[in-house]
């Protein structure tokens, strides 16, 4: 997902304080709070560290390095602070694979070249970039490497069609996306094809990344998790998309992902932001009906329809 609205210079306030926020809440927002969170399983006993283990030290740990990523609640990923890039499991569904960073610019140095092949407008969809049509991209776009987007969402499919483009091109590839590589490897080997699984990902804490933003990334990101990784999910989405959104609505929708960076001609990419933004997005410095045209009760009636067979 692209930074809040504010920093995009669209003429939204630039600080939402607490009473706008509120606002939202009275407006029928609070429900986000409440309900969209991962519920709490109970314990797992068997669950491996939150620590990622350095691999090989003990058997222990090997056969937990071999194992995959720790699993983690929604809740425990959240208060995760973590100086290098980390892969947890979320346990609410078990092919939703989410990726830890200390801070933008690191989550953008593993991610920001996938975003630019597989969604992000006016950019090839058949090749990788190198670095300097990326840095050139980025700067076109009024953002640095850090703010292309707060968060980011892939299938496991379009990862790894990521890494072998960038193979045959010859693309260097940064430490990070050499890190991901690895990992997408290792979750490929506990979810073998043809399953799908996801791989988001989300900030630490920094000085463009509060709390209440890292916390509404994390959900926005899983919300997309749940699109790629629960095809019964992916095709209520795709039917409200299709029957409830009315055509000016669908419209509205792609000028506003559009405004956001995202290539509007990719109906699924469309849909899915649509979804994440309505249903799994509790901050509205990143989202309000208003900046896709719809008012408070309209956005109210296409969440219900959204909600209606969205995981829990
Ligand atoms: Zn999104």
Known sequence: MPGPSAV?????????????????GVAGGVWWWRDSG??????????????????????????????????????????????????????????????????LDRQGAAFNRTAALVEKAGLPRDRVLDDTELAAAIARTGDTPGTYYYGHNYRGRDLERFFALAERDGIRLTA????????????????PAPAEFAVVSVPGLEERVDAAMREAILQHEIGHGHFF???????????????????????????????EGYDPGIEEVMMNEAMAYLIFTPDPRFFQPAHAGLTDDRADRLRAALREHAPR
């Not at 210079?9 to 600080?15: N, T």
């Not at 090997?62 to 609640?73: E, H, Y």
């Not at 629960?230 to 992902?257: M, P």
């Open 176 to 191: 990070e996306e050499a890190w991901l590589r690895d990992e997408v490897a290792r979750i490929r080997r506990l979810v």
């Open 38 to 103: 991962v519920p709490e399983p109970p314990p797992k006993p068997e669950r491996p560290s939150l620590s990622t283990p350095a691999p090989g030290t003990t058997p222990v740990q090997r056969q937990a390095a071999a194992l995959g990523p720790p699993i983690a609640t929604q809740a425990e990923i959240l208060a995760h602070r973590t100086s290098a890039p980390t892969m947890f499991r979320l346990d609410a569904n078990p092919r939703i694979f989410v990726a830890d960073f200390p801070n």
């Open 8 to 24: 995009r210079a669209r003429g939204v306030p630039l600080i939402l304080g607490a009473a706008a926020i509120a606002a939202v």
């Open 229 to 259: 990784a629960d095809a019964r999910f992916a095709e209520h989405v795709g039917q409200v998309w299709r029957e409830t959104f009315t055509e000016d609505e669908r419209a509205a929708f792609r000028a506003f992902l559009a405004r």
